[in-house]
């Protein structure tokens, strides 16, 4: 008598296959599930082994009217053709529970016997008494099957179907979180650098900036085990070749110098531009001119106003793109002309459309994007990716003095990559700003107070 042995992914899989083999009077002698492939127990896959023979080698034998098991253990009576009616209650989770235990431990009896004990081919259930068993267990709607087995046997498929719909869950667990894993391409940061890495994440260095530093630290660092302290001294080296600062706004070799200061509302462009134009005209001794293109608010251009009467300095105001042009060429005595614009919210299309032509238009030497440390690490991405059409050349920081972490702000740094000019640090006109140097801007990203 030949055996046949089926392998497949599940149990309704394997048993498809015996059918089509070898008919629906197919017995079943053993069957087997187990993990194939894969190292120590790591990725590999469930397969449910079957062993069969064709009905028919059985049929041509007398055959001996046997009692069934189930009465010989006074287990519960024989499975009814009837559709099971589906029932998730508590008393059908008592039921499971208690067949999921007598599963397994029917698995281990079955994984210390070795080889495993085959009954006698007669004395095996029809291959589609087995599946109705199965279905049984599962509440699931019986169909034309005729109802003969064994509780051992129904035990055992019950045990094959709770491993497949475990191995099922876990299957989709883990194509959930293998992407995710992929995604975000996690290495392990090394144990010893771990408190630098935990140090990084708490100034609020974005995770992938605070891991990427971590490992690249890790793979340069010499000697090793370095404490916390030490390591932070090496990390701020590495910001500081990372933060490159262009110095302050200079007198020009030839020409006006035109800046225009760009950003969200309320950032604080028009102070800051209050406070270089007090330093390049009381300090620095450069004749310097303002221009507003302020034309939303009237408040806004006489804040600019206020400040240049009080300094002595010359301030227009202009609507139109073109009067831009002619405000520059007015002022082409002067050698730094500073251009405050509208503070707009970079999801307003029009306003930056708006921008965009007077900055064509007026084509200033230099565009400083003015970021608020306080903003949001969303808000400011957002700023850096819609002000990102802009030309830029400087980026800078204010309200320094109120933000909690600077951290957010080596983002920005790394993805515009361009110099900083100055950080503010105060609401006082001219003194609370500075000119940034990187050494020392590096140890305030690393959350060293200024
Ligand atoms: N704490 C602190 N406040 C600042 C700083 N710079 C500006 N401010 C304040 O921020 C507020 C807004 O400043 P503005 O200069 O009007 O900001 P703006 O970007 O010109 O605003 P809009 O023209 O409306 O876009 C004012 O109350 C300023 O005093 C700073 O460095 N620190
Ligand atoms: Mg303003």
New binding site residues.
């Given amino acids: 008598m030949k055996v046949h042995t089926f392998e497949a992914g599940s149990l309704k899989e394997a048993i498809q296959k015996v059918k089509a083999a070898l008919g629906r009077d197919a017995l079943i002698l053993t069957t087997r599930s187990y993990i194939k492939g894969g190292m120590l127990g790591i990725g590999g896959r469930p397969v449910v082994e079957v062993t069969a023979i064709p009905g028919s080698v059985v049929e041509r034998k007398p055959r001996r009217r046997r009692r069934p098991k189930v009465e010989r253990r006074s287990a519960p009576p024989p499975v009814a053709a009837a559709p099971a009616k589906k029932d998730n209650g508590p008393e059908f989770k008592k039921k499971a529970s208690g067949l999921l235990k007598e599963a397994y431990a029917l698995l281990e009896s079955r994984e210390s016997a070795s080889p495993p004990v085959e009954e006698p081919a007669e004395a095996e259930p029809r291959l589609e008494a087995k599946a109705e068993a199965v279905r049984k267990v599962h509440q699931e709607p019986a169909d034309s099957y005729t109802p003969s087995v064994s509780p051992v046997v129904a035990k055992e498929f019950t045990v094959l179907n709770s491993l497949e719909r475990q191995m099922g869950q876990m299957k989709e667990l883990l194509e959930t979180m293998v992407p995710q894993v992929h995604g975000k391409q996690i290495v392990p940061v090394p144990m010893e650098y771990e408190e630098l890495y935990r140090y990084l994440l708490d100034q609020s260095i974005t995770e992938k900036i605070a891991r990427d530093l971590t490992l690249e630290l890790a793979k340069n660092c010499r000697p090793r085990g370095l404490e916390l302290a030490e390591l932070l001294l090496r990390i701020t080296d590495r910001l500081e070749n990372v933060i490159d600062a262009s110095g302050p706004i200079t007198r020009p070799s030839h020409g006006p110098k035109t800046v225009a200061f760009i950003?969200?509302?309320?950032?604080?462009?028009?102070?800051?531009i209050a406070k270089i134009a007090a330093i390049l005209k009381f300090q620095e001794k450069v004749p310097v001119g303002l221009i507003t293109i302020?034309t939303y608010r009237i408040a806004?251009v006489q804040?600019l106003q206020t400040y240049a009467d009080i300094m002595k300095i010359p301030c227009r105001s202009v609507l139109e793109p073109l009067d831009l042009r002619r405000a520059i060429g007015d002022m082409r005595n002067y050698e730094v002309i500073l251009i405050?614009t509208?503070?707009r919210s970079q999801r307003d299309e029009v306003k930056m459309d708006e921008l965009t032509t007077f900055l064509n238009v007026g084509a200033p030497t230099e565009t400083h994007l003015?970021i608020s440390s306080t903003s949001h690490p969303k808000a400011i991405r957002e700023v850096v990716d819609l002000f990102g059409r802009f030309r830029l050349d400087r980026l800078l920081f204010?309200?320094?003095?109120?933000a909690v972490l600077l951290g957010p702000l080596l983002e920005v740094i790394m993805k515009v990559k361009k110099p900083i000019s100055y950080i503010?640090?105060?609401?006082e006109v001219p003194e609370?700003i500075e000119v940034v140097e990187s050494r020392k801007f590096a140890r305030m990203l690393l959350g060293e107070v200024a």
């Fill in positions: 950003g969200p509302t309320g950032v604080g462009k028009t102070t800051t302020d806004a804040q405050d509208a503070g003015v204010t309200k320094i003095d109120e503010t640090t105060g609401q609370d």
